[in-house]
């Protein structure tokens, strides 16, 4: 079974830059779900993919957008970055039934230092 | 809104005494919760999902709904449970782009069991 995998692990831009994350989810899973974690802070919920679908974002704006595509990877695009966008974005992949969602799985993470 | 907190940023024991990692949450619905560790310049691993009822690595949870609170207690520690620990509540929402459910994170324990 192949776990959640995520590219690059690290990455520095700068203020204004845009910005594209990549995750493949973990074999059997239909569902990505992105999260920020600032240093010190829990992750935090960006957003979830299912079909392909935006299916649910947290408090987060438009210019973090993202895609799913049929074999269920999944990219994370932030445009005008900001320095408070400096974090680790972690991917996380799961089973959704479409009644009920069994647990999420994390990759590794990208770091990302907007200077 | 749902709400989890750890009240604990660090935590430190000897090896062999017991740990609990506290864990509060807030949430007007039927929780979901769950403990994940991070190892050191590991990812995010689910620890423990209290629907399952399960013991892992030594560790249990019991959600108590009437405390609102999710513990994670061992009886002896080991110099390899030191690590970041999150608490972590399932929190489901249908809205305009289907149902979805997002993790909402504690900002974590860290704890150090010392020789």
């Known amino acids: 079974e192949t776990g959640v995998t995520q590219s690059p692990t690290h990455l520095i831009k700068t203020r204004g830059q845009q910005v594209t994350l990549r995750c493949s989810s973990q074999s059997g899973h239909n569902t990505v779900s992105w999260y920020q974690q600032a240093l010190g802070q829990g992750p935090q919920f960006i957003f979830q993919y299912y079909r392909e679908e935006e299916n649910g974002r947290g408090n987060f704006p438009p210019r973090f957008s993202g895609l799913q595509f049929p074999n269920y990877s999944s990219e994370l695009n932030v445009n005008a970055l900001e320095l408070d966008d400096s974090a680790l974005y972690l991917c996380?992949?799961?089973?959704?039934?479409?009644?009920?969602?069994?647990?999420?799985?994390f990759g590794p993470g990208t770091r990302l230092l907007v200077l | 809104a749902q709400r989890v907190t750890q009240p604990e940023k660090l935590l430190s024991v000897f090896k062999g005494a017991p740990v609990e990692l506290k864990c509060n949450y807030s949430?007007?619905?039927?929780?979901?919760l769950f403990w994940y560790v991070q190892y050191s310049r590991q990812r995010l691993q689910l620890l423990l999902r209290?629907?399952s009822r399960e013991s892992i690595k030594g560790f249990t949870a019991d959600l108590n709904k009437g405390e609102t609170s999710f513990h994670l207690k061992k009886p002896f520690a080991q110099e390899e449970d030191s690590a970041m620990y999150y608490c972590a509540l399932s929190h489901h929402s249908l809205n305009s782009g289907g149902s979805n459910y997002k993790l909402t994170f504690g900002k974590g324990t860290l704890l150090t069991v010392n020789p």
């Open positions: 209290h629907i």
């Open positions: 996380a992949s799961s089973f959704f039934s479409g009644a009920e969602l069994r647990a999420q799985y």
């Open positions: 949430y007007s619905g039927s929780p979901e």
